[in-house]
């Protein structure tokens, strides 16, 4: 996972940022199929043996209805510390919750930090329910890529961005990062090095 494939080096801003073009190109994949991760952690990131990441654990996923068509999901369920606050209130969420848990973790794939750090399960809780979780972006970033933190991780999930809008921003601000790895310059939402983990079995026996 990414916690292991990082620990013990200075792996270059670049290629952290690589990873997480990477994660957010598997989740427009998701997007337009209209599947709920619901649980976007390091955790569940790997990588095949290229280095390209993969986004893995499908478990808790859930197959959206058309738009327009009614849905409610309100159960709380993922990782409490990568959670959105509608998630944790038990009120309606959709693919904004997805966005609100990518930023925590192109957050903390950026910071070498972790969301919530020294807190635990009940006080994490309280914060999310109430604000959320603010997160310090390091002045040096690129504006690009500090807009997709913030903006990602709005308390309000309609103001939050599209997955297709973060994958956009942080593909063309790439282009301008030296790094020693290729990342993709195509600019489509395309997802044909990241092929999710059991996917096509959860796709075909989800039902809400």
């Given at each position: 996972g990414i916690k292991k494939k990082s620990a013990g080096a200075a792996v270059p801003f670049g290629d952290?940022?690589?990873v997480a073009i990477e994660v957010a190109d598997a989740m427009c994949y998701l997007s337009r199929k209209r599947i709920l991760h619901r649980d976007i952690k390091p955790d569940n990131v790997g990588f095949t043996k290229k280095g390209d990441a993969k986004l893995y654990d499908f478990g808790l996923a859930k197959i959206l209805p058309r738009e327009g068509q009614d849905f409610k999901f309100t159960a709380m369920v993922g990782t409490l510390r990568y959670m959105s606050p509608e998630c944790a209130k038990k009120e309606k969420y959709g693919l904004a919750s997805?966005?609100?848990?990518?930023?925590l973790?192109?957050?903390e794939l950026l910071s070498f930090d972790f969301p919530y750090r020294g807190m635990k399960d009940p006080e994490i809780?309280?914060?999310l329910t109430s604000e959320g979780c603010p997160l310090?972006?390091?002045e040096s970033w690129p504006a690009a890529i500090k807009n997709c933190v913030l903006k990602g991780s709005d308390y309000t999930?309609?103001?939050r961005p599209?997955?297709?809008s973060m994958y956009s921003n942080l593909?063309?601000?790439s282009r301008k990062v030296n790094r020693r790895a290729s990342l993709p310059t195509n600019g489509t939402q395309q997802c044909s090095k990241i092929v999710p983990c059991g996917l096509e079995e959860k796709m075909q026996c989800t039902s809400l």
């Open positions: 952290r940022l690589k997805d966005v609100y848990s990518f930023s973790l192109l957050w809780h309280k914060k310090q972006v390091i999930a309609s103001k599209s997955i297709e593909s063309r601000r």
